[in-house]
T-cell receptor, first 116, second 112 residues
Framework: EAGVVQSPRYKIIEKKQPVAFWCNPI?????LYWYRQNLGQGPELLIR????????DSQLPKDRFSAERLKGVDSTLKIQPAELGDSAVYLC??????????????FGEGSRLTVL | EDQVTQSPEALRLQEGESSSLNCSYT??????LFWYRQDPGKGPEFLFT?????EEKEKERLKATLTKKESFLHITAPKPEDSATYLC????WGGGGNKLTFGTGTQLKVEL
């Protein structure tokens, strides 16, 4: 079974440029998460989707970050414009049950963003 | 606000030298405590879920335990392949749904 797929794996941009990350969750998983992990830190939730609906986006910096999950499958996370402090690894995860589960999330390998 | 504190930040062991990693937590109502393993350049990989004080889970050389204030990840006779960062996370009852609050992790290095 294929795992969570993310692209690109690495991205280097200059500040004020836009950037987008793509995630394809495990087939049949209707809950999708975007986390941000700074160097030496644990992952921090940015947004959680149940199917197409964003049910928790309280930690998403809405002035520059946006996300969408069309048709309840793939998701895209966008940053526009990027700032130096956005340099981090952006992790996508999925889980099979909606509204609460065992806490077992399946993570992708992440997209490492460097903003110069 | 939920908080998770892990110690030590880094740990270096010789192969076969058993030890424990600590995860202290503060949460309004614990729904679950989770351990994940993260290898360099990879996403976290799920290890265990613990729900109530006194509960224990085992997997190969790893055993996780839970009290009302902290969790321990015991590593028995570790091997070099156990080298990784071990992350602890908590999930609270209430409006957070599936939200996990992670600690900063313990970076474990096991040497021959």
């Amino acid at each position: 079974e294929a795992g969570v797929v993310q692209s690109p794996r690495y991205k280097i941009i200059e500040k004020k440029q836009p950037v987008a990350f793509w995630c394809n969750p495990i087939s049949g998983h209707n809950t999708l998460y975007w986390y941000r992990q700074n160097l030496g830190q644990g992952p921090e939730l940015l947004i959680r989707y149940e199917n197409e609906e964003a049910v928790d986006d309280s930690q998403l910096p809405k002035d520059r970050f946006s996300a969408e999950r069309l048709k309840g499958v793939d998701s895209t996370l966008k940053i526009q414009p990027a700032e130096l402090g956005d340099s981090a690894v952006y992790l996508c995860a999925s889980s099979p049950l909606a509204g609460g589960n065992t806490g077992e999330l399946f993570f992708g390998e992440g997209s490492r963003l460097t903003v110069l | 606000e939920d908080q998770v504190t892990q110690s030590p930040e880094a740990l270096r062991l010789q192969e076969g030298e058993s030890s424990s990693l600590n995860c202290s937590y503060t949460v309004s109502g614990l729904r679950g405590l989770f351990w994940y393993r993260q290898d360099p350049g990879k996403g976290p990989e799920f290890l265990f879920t613990l729900y109530s004080a006194g509960e224990e889970k085992e997997k190969e050389r790893l055993k996780a335990t839970l009290t009302k204030k902290e969790s321990f990840l015991h590593i028995t006779a570790p091997k070099p392949e156990d080298s990784a960062t071990y992350l602890c996370a908590v999930q609270a009852w209430g409006g957070g749904g599936n939200k996990l609050t992670f600690g900063t992790g313990t970076q474990l290095k096991v040497e021959l």
